[in-house]
């Protein structure tokens, strides 16, 4: 069975800085594609970032080059460092895994799915305000 937890969420003053972590138990394979998604209320999941079992990652536009997503592989381990926070970030960051072998950006696709293929963790809050 997989199991997705993640850490390090919490509150920040915007221009300040988070990473979040989130370990996986279960088969390897589970975890060859590995992404964050967050969600505000009254508001869909929305794919933040995305990494593929090759290393590539693909990002939504609004966090590119703020958001580093990165992964541990040996100990399927996924991290989001993430810079220069703006109020608009705040929400529930969830961590999600699909058994998929494939790029970053097929990754990202394929996570957007939204369907019983993903593995989801129980998700995290992030707060940003002065």
């Known amino acids: 069975q997989v199991q997705l937890v993640e850490s390090g969420g919490g509150s920040v003053q915007p221009g300040g800085s988070l990473r979040l972590s989130c370990a996986g138990s279960?088969?390897?394979?589970?975890?060859?594609?590995m992404g964050w998604f967050r969600q505000v209320p009254g508001k869909g999941r929305e794919g933040v970032a995305a990494?593929?079992?090759?290393?590539?990652?693909s990002y939504m536009e609004t966090v590119e080059g703020r958001f580093t997503i990165s992964k541990d592989s040996a100990n399927n381990t996924l991290y989001l460092q993430m810079n220069s926070l703006q109020p608009e970030d705040t929400a529930m960051y969830y961590c999600?895994?699909?058994?998929?072998?494939?790029?970053?950006?097929?990754?990202?696709?394929?996570?957007?799915?939204?369907?019983?293929?993903?593995?989801w963790g129980q998700g995290i809050q992030v707060i940003v305000s002065s």
């Open positions: 999600a895994s699909r058994r998929l072998f494939s790029s970053g950006g097929f990754c990202y696709r394929r996570l957007q799915s939204l369907d019983d293929e993903n593995y």
């Open positions: 990494i593929g079992s090759d290393g590539t990652t």
């Open positions: 279960g088969s390897p394979a589970d975890f060859y594609c």
